[in-house]
Structure formats: C-alpha cells, structure tokens
C-alpha cells in the first residue's frame, strides 16, 4: 500500500532536489538523502523527481547548460594553450635558408616554381 504524504512535502523534495542535486554526485544519492529525511521510500522521491525533471538517463536542463560553458571555457583555454604553444614553436625554430633567400620551391612563382 502506497502512502499518502502532503502537497507541501513533495513540493519540499522537489525543491531540495532542485537546489542540493548539483552537491550529490549522483541523481539517486541525492534522491536517497531527500528520502531519508522526509521517511519516504526512495522510489516514491524517485517517482517524484522524473515526473517533475524526466528520466534519469536525461540530463536536467541546468546541467547541459553547466556542461556547454564548461566545454566552451575548455575550448578557449585549450585555443590560448595552442596559440602559446605555436607562437614558442615559431620564436624557437630557425627559419630555413631557402626561405630567406626566397629560392624555395614556393618563392612567389604559381605550380612550384615554374613561371
């Protein structure tokens, strides 16, 4: 037999998972500390939640937003990393003496030299 428990106490849960779930490594360990405070079993929260934020294998929509501007920060440092690395490389390396003196095999003429 299922028990009945207030509006208030599930609109509790729902809020706790909301504001505390980023604190829990996992969707059930924060649903399990919920439970445990409200003397619930853990599949009645668990009910609870996909029904107000979808399954649990679907991310919530706070952490795909979390997880885009932690990529996109990743991107720009890994893009600076880059840029550093490339302009040390080109400070370090010699430059080739045919491509001072222009007579390389691209010194400006079209198919590899041939005008």
């Not at 980023?22 to 969707?27: E, K, Q, T």
């Not at 370090?92 to 007579?103: D, F, K, L, Q, V």
Request: charged content about 25%; aromatic content about 6%; proline content about 5%.
């Amino acid at each position: 037999m299922r028990a009945e428990y207030a509006a208030e106490v599930k609109e509790w849960a729902l809020e706790t998972y909301r504001s505390s779930r980023p604190n829990y490594p996992s969707r059930d360990q924060c649903v399990t500390a919920i439970a445990g405070q409200i003397g619930a079993h853990v599949n009645t929260v668990n009910r609870w939640i996909k029904l107000e934020f979808g399954p649990s294998r679907a991310p919530a929509a706070d952490e795909v937003v979390a997880e885009l501007r932690a990529a996109e920060a990743e991107i720009e440092r890994l893009l600076r990393v880059n840029r550093d690395l490339s302009d040390r490389l080109a400070a370090a390396s010699p430059r080739s003496i045919a491509a001072e003196a222009g007579t390389g095999a691209f010194d400006g003429a079209p198919f590899g030299g041939v005008r």
